[in-house]
């Protein structure tokens, strides 16, 4: 059965940071991009990072939110999200998502595997 989890959201305070985590289980990265998305109460779901393929490669989109970072771990088949400087209208659910390696990056459909998702709280 193929999962992804995430985990390491939790509440933070404006300008804090946390690192979010994605772990794939019968599932090898290695054949999969991986992004991060997060959906926030009454928003539509948004892709927040650049993609992590295999080896290291990243492929991100024209406009990309700076303060945060995709990177792996291909030995733990683990994905991380370093989120920086954070903000109130970053609080949501963070989901990462799986894309065979070649796919439309950009195309949500495409997308065949989900977490669950872990929350993330900007307050003070």
């Known amino acids: 059965q193929v999962q992804l989890v995430e985990s390491g959201g939790g509440l933070v305070q404006p300008g804090g940071s946390l690192r979010l985590s994605c772990t794939a289980s019968g599932l090898n990265l290695d054949n999969y991009a991986v992004r991060w998305f997060r959906q926030a109460p009454g928003n539509e779901r948004e892709g927040v990072s650049c993609l992590s393929g295999s080896h290291g490669s990243t492929y991100c989109p024209d406009l990309r939110d700076r303060r945060f970072t995709v990177t792996r771990d291909d030995a733990k088949n683990t994905v991380f999200l370093q989120m920086n400087d954070l903000k109130a209208e970053d609080t949501a659910v963070y989901y990462c998502?799986?894309?065979?390696?070649?796919?439309?990056?950009?195309?949500?459909?495409?997308?065949?595997?989900w977490g669950q998702g872990t929350q993330v709280t900007v307050s003070s």
């Open positions: 998502a799986a894309i065979p390696t070649g796919g439309n990056y950009w195309s949500e459909d495409e997308y065949q595997y």
